[in-house]
């Protein structure tokens, strides 16, 4: 089994940054990719970006070019830097981890609004 715990959610205004830490903890032995979902209410949950093991990265129209994934192999972390924040951006948001299966996080509440 794989453990994740996240951090970093919150209250942010229109415009501004938060990030998001991900820990990954338990039966670790080969993570193909690392990433983060979210989900808002009445709506179903939808990737934000994921990262691969080779550093590639995919991530969603809505957030290209605001958000950028990193991940540090050797803590087994993934981080989502979120800049120029909007309301719909509000949302629940889940680290992932695919190792044989996808992991999911507990979830972090972020919530954008003045």
């Known amino acids: 089994q794989v453990q994740l715990v996240e951090s970093g959610g919150g209250l942010v205004q229109p415009g501004g940054s938060m990030r998001l830490s991900c820990a990954a903890s338990g039966n670790i032995f080969d993570i193909n990719a690392m990433g983060w979902y979210r989900q808002a209410p009445g709506k179903e949950r939808d990737l934000v970006a994921t990262?691969?093991?080779?550093?590639?990265?995919v991530y969603a129209d809505s957030v290209k070019g605001r958000f950028t994934i990193s991940r540090d192999n050797a803590k087994n972390a993934v981080y989502l830097q979120m800049n120029s924040l909007k309301p719909e951006d509000t949302a629940v948001y889940y680290c992932?981890?695919?190792?044989?299966?996808?992991?999911w996080g507990q979830g972090t509440q972020v919530t954008v609004s003045s």
């Open positions: 990262m691969f093991s080779g550093s590639s990265a």
């Open positions: 992932t981890v695919l190792q044989g299966r996808l992991y």
